[in-house]
T-cell receptor, first 111, second 109 residues
């Protein structure tokens, strides 16, 4: 069964460092998303991406965040200068339309 | 006002019973509605999507949407212990997606 793959599963970084979270969406899907979930809190939408550009982004997705689809398979989320409050589980999702199928997530810990 | 509201629970039902999960949303222009299941420490799994008023059934699950009341629900028939999880309601508006905080369901054997 096709699935969304995310790497790494855990990422520990120092405050102020850049991190790149990687995702391989399901191959025939056209819509890609990043979400985050702080421990014990709700899933929060960050950004949606379609046709090689951002289609929507939330207030959380400020200038410190960027997304890229550098080739035909990968979809990345970059956080330029991490803050303590960026610590969360980050989920990638892909779909043919709708919220999509989630990957297993990357747990980001900012120290 | 929160975009999507759910009772946090916990909701406990005996095995074999019907579990009823409810969700309200604030914005009338919301277009699409989704139910996800999330086991502790895992990612959300899509259970059902619903786009128009009425009921939609898939196996033991039935989603119900009432746009006039801004209400969407999920019924789980013949509940099983493996259904014990947190159920997330999600709403789409303009290709942005808003999740509720989830309802914790425990099915008691």
């Amino acid at each position: 069964e096709p699935e969304v793959t995310q790497t790494p599963s855990h990422q520990v970084t120092q405050m102020g460092q850049e991190v790149i979270l990687r995702c391989v969406p399901i191959s025939n899907h056209l819509y890609f998303y990043w979400y985050r979930q702080i421990l014990g809190q709700k899933v929060e939408f960050l950004v949606s991406f379609y046709n090689n550009e951002i289609s929507e982004k939330s207030e959380i997705f400020d200038d410190q965040f960027s997304v890229e689809r550098p080739d035909g398979s990968n979809f990345t989320l970059k956080i330029r200068s991490t803050k303590l409050e960026d610590s969360a589980m980050y989920f990638c999702a892909s779909s043919e339309g709708g919220t999509g199928f989630f990957g297993s997530g990357t747990q980001l810990s900012v120290l | 006002q929160k975009e999507v509201e759910q009772n946090s629970g916990p909701l406990s039902v005996p095995e074999g019973a019907i579990a009823s999960l409810n969700c309200t949303y604030s914005d009338r222009v919301s277009q699409s509605f989704f139910w996800y299941r999330q086991y502790s420490g895992k990612s959300p799994e899509l259970i059902m999507s619903i786009y128009s008023n009425g009921d939609k059934e898939d196996g033991r699950f039935t989603a119900q949407l009432n746009k006039a009341s801004q209400y969407v629900s999920l019924l789980i028939r013949d509940s099983q212990p493996s259904d014990s999880a947190t159920y997330l309601c999600a709403v789409e508006r303009g290709n942005q997606f808003y999740f509720g905080t989830g309802t914790s369901l425990t099915v008691i054997p």
